[in-house]
């Protein structure tokens, strides 16, 4: 009983000390919130969005922001070249940014988890040919071949997240092959491997699970990379198409106007900047706090 | 070391043939070419005269093969807008885009190399939280972004440069800056890393033992072993540099190969973005060929 009550203390103290380490991590805490608000954002969009983000109004086109000469407080940022509500458009944009995160690093992440896993469990001749692959998919710029690929096959949202998810999943790949290699001769998986699991199990049940730690890291840092180059495929005009309020797309859609009216540019260039920190301080605390050694 | 030198060459001879492999076959799969080629209005027989007059009907195996061969004569094909080889086309451009992921090279390795010396021997301090912070916020900002704000800043209110063109090497300046930017943190980190850890090594503390002059040890035996790998990583940099130069020439309007790639991928000039690709590729390759050489060169146990 006593032995019981000292375990569980033990186990309850090391929650806290957990939480606390936590929560002492300026960067995770400050990373979290940005994250937390962009989601809020996207999530509540239609309840904080002043106006209709499509809705134009072309006579009150390019409107400065509540606090320059001339704002009001009907467009808290004012209003683009068409006249629609800029804070409207900046909301919603938030959607169309963590969408293509989202999605680009459930289909990366799945490609390159799965030959990452293959790859460490396995070791030999496997090892070497999705070593070779990985290799080869680090020679190709991965710029300019989303560019082409959206580019022919045409653009639109679902275009972008697919050739954007084909092409980065080299570090979850990289990564998790890297800490299974570490797990794949512990005990528990010999043990695993006595008790007459099979392969597919043990690398499902006892591989994986122990590496989502490095994997949550790529994850985000995938993330940024994902949303950064959505953000530039828009803003060529081979990304997100007119009229989604994608934050690359209004940089491009501000971007004759940055002479008189630099707000236009400067804001969702900001709101980009303001999410994908974010997401990189996230991770980088996210990788602190659960493995310190590895700084 | 001539016995790794091989593996390496034969490995990035695979990794190439791979690489063009992959780069014929993506966008050969990403559109009907012959579609493409003859416009929305065309009709059926016309697609297909195109088809056969082009060499698209062809199985895709034979396609790429005598692309392949081609290329093996130096025979890039021809470009579909400009009716002009694609080769000339390419090398017209390529002294400007060489030039500046040349200069955002040089300098981003005169702001990084510095820096992460100065961040390693003062660990933990105001100015290495100060290198982290230019990291962060570096892998942070889209560039394109970044590139419009300097052209605000600097071309528009201030008017030091001019607002774009690569006539003169002032127009190059803000453009090499952004791009400089985003080499800048990797350089570093990887700087002050090197330099941590060889200033713990024994042979400085030797050095030290010795009574050699702190700058001595700092610049005869440090700082030429922690350099290195940062040279072999500048190579692999610059790759990503000419990567890079698309969206930076695009919003500069610089006419380099990154901005022919642009406007070739909106025409649909495929043997154009089909030999920008490869041609970037095989220069990734061959850098990290390179950069391997080199580590290895310089760092013995690297060949084990």
Not at chain 1, 118 to 142: C, E, K, Y
Not at chain 1, 243 to 270: H, K, Q
Not at chain 2, 269 to 285: E, G, H, K, R, Y
Request: proline share 5%.
């Amino acid at each position: 009983m006593s032995v019981a009550q000292t375990h569980s203390g033990e186990r309850a103290s090391a929650r806290r000390l957990r939480l606390r380490r936590w929560g002492q991590h300026g960067g995770l805490l400050i990373g979290g919130a940005l994250l937390a608000c962009a989601i809020v954002m996207a999530l509540c969009a239609p309840l904080l969005a002043p106006a209709d983000p499509y809705l134009q109004e072309l006579g009150a086109r390019l409107k400065p922001p509540v606090w320059a000469e001339g704002g009001s407080w009907a467009n808290p940022l004012g209003t683009d070249q068409l006249g629609r509500d800029y804070l409207s458009r900046l909301i919603y944009g938030s959607r169309i940014s963590l969408l293509i995160g989202l999605g680009t690093v459930a289909i990366g992440g799945a490609i390159g988890i799965t030959l990452g896993l293959l790859a460490g469990f396995f070791g030999g001749r496997v090892d070497m040919v999705i070593s070779f692959i990985v290799t080869a998919r680090l020679a190709m710029p991965v710029m300019l071949v989303a560019l082409a690929v959206v580019g022919l096959v045409g653009s639109s949202l679902t275009v972008v997240i697919l050739v954007l998810g084909l092409l980065l999943w080299d570090q979850f790949a990289i990564v998790t092959r890297t800490a299974v290699r570490q797990i794949r001769d512990l005990d528990y998986i010999a043990a695993a491997r006595a008790v007459g699991s099979s392969t597919p199990s043990i690398i499902l049940r006892e591989a994986l699970p122990n590496v989502t730690g490095p994997i949550l890291v790529v994850v985000t840092l995938e993330m940024a990379h994902a949303i950064l180059l959505e953000a530039a495929l828009s803003f060529l005009g081979l990304g997100v198409q007119p009229p989604l309020p994608s934050w690359g797309l209004m940089i491009a859609e501000g971007r004759d106007y940055i002479f008189f009216t630099p707000w236009v540019i400067a804001i969702p260039g900001a709101a980009l900047f303001l999410l994908v920190l974010g997401i990189n301080l996230f991770g980088d605390g996210v990788r602190d706090v659960t493995a310190p050694g590895g700084r | 070391m001539a016995r790794y030198a091989m593996q390496r060459f034969i490995l990035a001879l695979a990794v190439a043939v791979a690489v063009s492999i992959i780069s014929f076959a993506i966008l050969r799969v990403s559109t009907d070419l012959a579609q493409a080629l003859a416009g929305e209005a065309a009709n059926q027989e016309e697609v297909e005269q195109i088809r056969i007059a082009y060499g698209l009907d062809r199985p895709l195996y034979v396609q790429y093969f005598a692309w392949l061969g081609d290329i093996a004569r130096g025979d890039f094909g021809e470009s579909y807008y400009f009716r002009e080889p694609v080769a000339g086309l390419i090398l017209d451009r390529l002294p400007l885009t060489f030039t500046l992921a040349g200069m955002s090279l040089l300098l981003a390795l005169i702001i990084a190399l510095p820096l992460g010396v100065l961040a390693a021997l003062h660990h933990n301090s105001w100015i290495d939280r100060l290198c982290l912070g230019i990291a962060v916020v570096g892998q942070a900002m889209p560039s394109f972004w970044f590139a419009l704000m300097l052209i605000f800043v600097f071309a528009v209110t201030l008017q030091v440069v001019p607002l774009s063109g690569g006539d003169t090497w002032q127009g190059l300046i803000l453009p090499a800056v952004v791009l400089a930017y985003y080499a800048t943190p990797a350089i570093m980190r990887l700087t002050r890393a090197g330099m941590i850890e060889v200033l713990a090594s024994d042979y400085i503390r030797t050095a030290r033992a010795k009574g050699l002059s702190s700058a001595s040890i700092l610049v005869k035996h440090a700082l030429r072993n922690a350099v290195m790998p940062v040279v072999a990583l500048a190579a692999v940099k610059f790759g990503f540099l000419l990567g890079g130069s698309t969206i930076v020439e695009t919003v500069f309007a610089l006419d380099g190969i990154g901005y022919l790639s642009w406007e070739s991928i909106q025409r649909a000039d495929f043997p154009v973005v089909q030999s920008i690709v490869l041609l970037f590729s095989l220069i990734f390759v061959f850098l990290t060929f390179a950069s391997d050489i080199l580590n290895a060169w310089v760092d013995p146990r690297v060949r084990v």
